[in-house]
Structure formats: structure tokens, C-alpha cells
Nanobody, 123 residues
Framework: VQLQASGGGLVQVGGSTNLSCEPS????????MAWFRQAPGKEREFVAA????????RYADSVKGRFTISRDSAKNAVNLQMESLIPEDTAVYYC?????????????????WGQGTQVTVSS
């Protein structure tokens, strides 16, 4: 499975932006889609995960109530709507995928990765 991430850019504090991840190849209901992020000098961290059918979600505590992961059936994509952005959200965001039913938060559990897209929150 190949993943193409898009969106992000420069956003002001308190603003919002949307990221999109479009998989190519065989995707079926047994897949998990996730977003991770990596800030300069820091390890890659979990942001959110979603079952491909959209029924179950998981969020990192740091983004709960501000970010929403969802499935866009029309575009066959997974979106990450990011709101109330703070400087600490500045990072390169990566989408990831794996098969299975568990919403893993460890990057080691995912075998497909997108190229990453930059989100910069300016104060």
C-alpha cells in the first residue's frame, strides 16, 4: 500500500488546517489508518488512528478535542482535521497504515508510510 499525504502548511496559533492521506493499492475494511508526527529533535509520536470502516478511533491525549480523524469515502482518503492549533503542534505529519483491527499507537506496528507533510504553527 502506498500512501500520499497532502495539506498542512503555515497556520497561525488558534487556527485550523486539514491533512489528507490517500492510499493506493489494495485497501479493505481490515486496515487501520493512522497519523503520526515528528518535531525537530524529537521522536515520532502517535496522533490518531482510525479503522478503515470509520467505526473506531483513537487519539493521543495531546490532541483530543482538537483533532478529528475521519474517512472520506468519496475520495477514498483519511483526513485529519486540526483545530485550535498551538505551537507544539508544529511537526512533520505522516500517515501510516497496517492491517488488523487494533488501533496501535506505536510507529513500529505500521508497515506503510506516506512521505510526510509539514505543519508549522506560528505565534
Amino acid at each position: 500500500v502506498q500512501l500520499q499525504a497532502s495539506g498542512g502548511g503555515l497556520v497561525q496559533v488558534g487556527g485550523s488546517t486539514n491533512l489528507s492521506c490517500e492510499p493506493s493499492g489494495r485497501i479493505f475494511s481490515g486496515f487501520i489508518m493512522a497519523w503520526f508526527r515528528q518535531a525537530p529533535g524529537k521522536e515520532r509520536e502517535f496522533v490518531a488512528a482510525l479503522t478503515w470502516d470509520g467505526r473506531r478511533r483513537r487519539y493521543a491525549d495531546s490532541v483530543k478535542g482538537r483533532f478529528t480523524i475521519s474517512r472520506d469515502s468519496a475520495k477514498n482518503a483519511v483526513n485529519l482535521q486540526m483545530e485550535s492549533l498551538i505551537p507544539e503542534d508544529t511537526a512533520v505529519y505522516y500517515c501510516a497504515a497496517r492491517d488488523g483491527s487494533l488501533l496501535y499507537a506505536s510507529s513500529d506496528e505500521y508497515f506503510s508510510w506516506g512521505q510526510g507533510t509539514q505543519v508549522t504553527v506560528s505565534s
